[in-house]
DNA sequence: ACATAGGTATTGGTAAAACCATTTGATACC
DNA sequence: GGTATCAAATGGTTTTACCAATACCTATGT
């Protein structure tokens, strides 16, 4: 019966590769587990570190490496290895490779940052506090400011979209829009010198951040789709005059 | 006074500007970007590698480490690196590791779960292709088979809301719902037994399924967003249950 | 007594060589 | 022709050594 390869059976569960390195990882995840250690600070040094797992340096690096990579740690040369602190972020490294590798569309990634979004401005609606709105509106007022700086719009549209999120109060979910937001907004400040109007934008922000100021989920979240959806429109716009003219960036 | 002059008279090769486990990052982004490497390519052996990259073989090994860490490349002993086959996935291990070190809440996941896929199954009641309906009815039949086999039932159940994730026809979301369930199913694993009736579950996943095959992105939202809060509450009881008698485990 | 400069120990970063374990494939034997 | 065995290829790990940056301590001068 050779008809079995219509279905790969792609069970791999034997992978010997990285029994080090998971060691690694499991060690440490159990450190954080136990309340043995927490953001900032210092993990014992590598010598010693290795020692206690019982495995050279070496394998023990390839494994905090592992956890560099995924930013859960830090280096710094001569000082020693920390648990990373400050706001709780995934690299979207991974993410980005990823999406390279399968050939995600951007078309993807926006509606999914939508799906995202939207749902973080119905949940910030219901929990913002007075602080994080105060964030917002004064994100608004530099956008205002901006209006004849791309770059320096963009700073502060992305900067209001992440205090969105982080009223959204659910921290899981920050990340994850963080983390489809960085690949977005790398690729934006490329084409963005080619948007002409930033008033619509302007506009959907405000009445974003009026939704949820007025606590009205519903308003919130139906603002917050059109906006990106019109963001996505504006930046397909982009792409297709890059494309049209790839040396007239200048006007 | 340069007390620098003494030490530093060795330096001949200059280490590149960067961490050499960024360049190694940076390399094989480059590799793919350009379509050098498709999933399941193999990648040169390590020692060939490493001197075209002009750096050790334990320096390159950090690097491949953190890619594989990512779930880019995997490596069999004795045969190869590899850029990863099968469908595109993020482990999950960075979120939790994330989750744990912040004390992110399983409300919190849940609620993120939630958005992901009430947003999937939207998408998927517009997009959805004959074969992933069907894939979601066997699904749903097996369910019915494993009425009264938990951890059976679970894996149909994971199965279904995965088959619903890539019926949305949004990679980039179906890697975000993949990685955050990972991380509940894991847990819901451990309590599940404690669960006494399947059928609540049974009648939503189906009621999902309705929607999605009649093409009813609204209705398809709701059933799912209904099941989720269920399956929260199911969770939180069976949680419960465990703290409560936390050795009687066997009935 | 205090502040600052410099040196030293600590610690992460990189490198090289050697050996082990597994896989693959070729070759020899049945 | 099939199967078993061995060898080469390749990732996995360790040991050792040295480089580089940081932190801390000490000495010196004001």
Redesign the interface.
């Known amino acids: 019966m050779t008809n079995i390869t219509a279905r790969?059976l792609?069970i791999?569960q034997p992978?010997?590769?990285?029994q080090t390195?998971e060691q690694v990882?499991a060690r440490?995840?159990e450190l954080?587990?136990h309340q043995d250690l927490k953001?900032g600070d210092r993990l014992p040094p590598e010598r010693e570190l290795s020692k206690q797992l019982g495995i050279s340096r070496?394998s023990l690096?390839?494994?905090l490496?592992?956890?560099?990579?995924?930013?859960?740690l830090q280096s710094r040369q001569g000082a020693g290895t920390f648990?990373v602190d400050g706001p709780?972020?995934?690299?979207s490294?991974?993410?980005?490779?990823?999406?390279?590798?399968?050939g995600?569309s951007f078309e993807?990634?926006f509606?999914?940052r939508a799906?995202?979004e939207v749902?973080?401005a119905g949940?910030a609606a219901e929990r913002a506090t007075g602080e994080q709105l105060a964030t917002m509106s004064e994100q608004i007022a530099d956008m205002f400011a901006s209006l004849k700086d791309p770059q320096q719009f963009l700073v502060h549209d992305v900067a209001f979209h992440r205090a969105v999120a982080a009223a959204s109060g659910?921290?899981?979910?920050a990340?994850?829009v963080e983390m489809?937001s960085a690949i977005l907004y790398e690729r934006r400040r490329e084409t963005i010198e080619r948007a002409h109007d930033f008033n619509e934008a302007l506009d959907l922000h405000r009445r974003v951040y009026r939704a949820i100021r007025a606590r009205q989920p519903e308003e919130a979240r139906e603002a917050m789709r059109e906006h990106i959806v019109r963001a996505q429109r504006a930046f397909a716009l982009e792409e297709k005059q890059a494309t049209d003219n790839t040396e007239n960036g200048d006007d």
């Open positions: 790969k792609k791999v992978v010997r590769s990285g390195t990882v440490v995840y954080i587990k953001p070496p690096r390839a494994g490496s592992a956890l560099i990579s995924m930013g859960v648990i709780p972020a995934l690299d490294e991974p993410l980005r490779l990823l999406a390279q590798l399968h995600f993807h990634m509606e999914t799906i995202l749902g973080a949940l659910n921290p899981t979910l990340t994850l489809v």
